[in-house]
């Protein structure tokens, strides 16, 4: 299924600048060709239920895009999304932000397979995927940041990925209305530092993003 990429560019511009991210053409024009091969490979790899390109511009990219403005106020260098899937928010964030190094982490072979054609296809050199379940993953090096957009609840990604976080390295949980319920299952070791709320364009219903720290 095509889309007008002109149409999709003067969308993406105005839905990014909503969000507080002002994005450069070259930057813009990744990100739709990230789109198209989401589009080409969903066919045969189900990376998503979403199949209408438009929803998936509001509900994939600039969804992810929300991250945006945080990360630009961030001093982080090293970004661990846990459970990527289809590479989101990972791609385009690491689109966005060239000079920092995401890892996507997935136990799925065929989303693995996509993410790495993906990275090689856009050229992105700060992109490193792995194909691996979370509790099996010990790198080298920890994370300054472990984002979910869509991985599990509160207290399974922490539980299932604090052995991954730096020592002062931050939870990001991006989620929809805010999960008073998860929350009250968090651990007292941790506490949430900030919560952000936002209205994705061309979306109905809420969005927030937790930044969670160990006390």
């Known amino acids: 299924m095509e889309f007008d990429r002109t149409e999709f560019t003067e969308i993406l511009t105005k839905g990014s600048r909503e969000l507080g991210a002002e994005l450069e053409p070259k930057v813009l024009e990744c990100l739709l060709d990230y789109l198209t091969l989401f589009i080409k490979w969903n066919k045969a790899y189900n990376l998503s239920a979403i199949r209408n390109p ?3 511009l ?5 969804d992810s895009l929300t991250m945006v403005p945080q990360l630009l106020s961030s ?6 999304d846990v459970g990527t899937g289809g590479g989101l928010p ?11 190094r995401f890892t996507l982490l997935d136990s799925a072979g ?3 397979r996509f993410l790495l054609q993906t990275a090689h296809t856009l050229g992105l050199k700060n992109v490193i995927v792995e ?3 979370v509790e099996t993953f010990e790198p080298e090096k920890k994370f300054d940041i472990i984002v979910s957009r869509a991985f599990a609840s509160i207290h399974d990604m922490i539980s299932g990925c604090k052995h991954l976080l730096s020592l002062r390295g931050e939870f990001w949980a991006m989620k929809g209305v ?5 929350l009250s299952e968090l651990e007292t070791c941790y506490k949430v530092d900030s919560c952000s709320t936002f209205q994705v364009p061309g ?3 809420e969005r927030c993003l937790l930044v969670i720290k160990a006390t």
């Open 54 to 56: 438009h929803e998936m």
């Open 58 to 62: 509001y509900k994939h990219l600039l």
């Open 75 to 80: 001093s982080a260098d090293t970004i661990l």
């Open 90 to 100: 990972g791609i385009p964030l690491a689109i966005v932000f060239p000079d920092r």
């Open 110 to 112: 065929k989303k693995t």
């Open 131 to 133: 194909n691996r379940r």
């Open 178 to 182: 805010f999960p008073q319920d998860e």
């Open 203 to 205: 979306n109905i219903g």
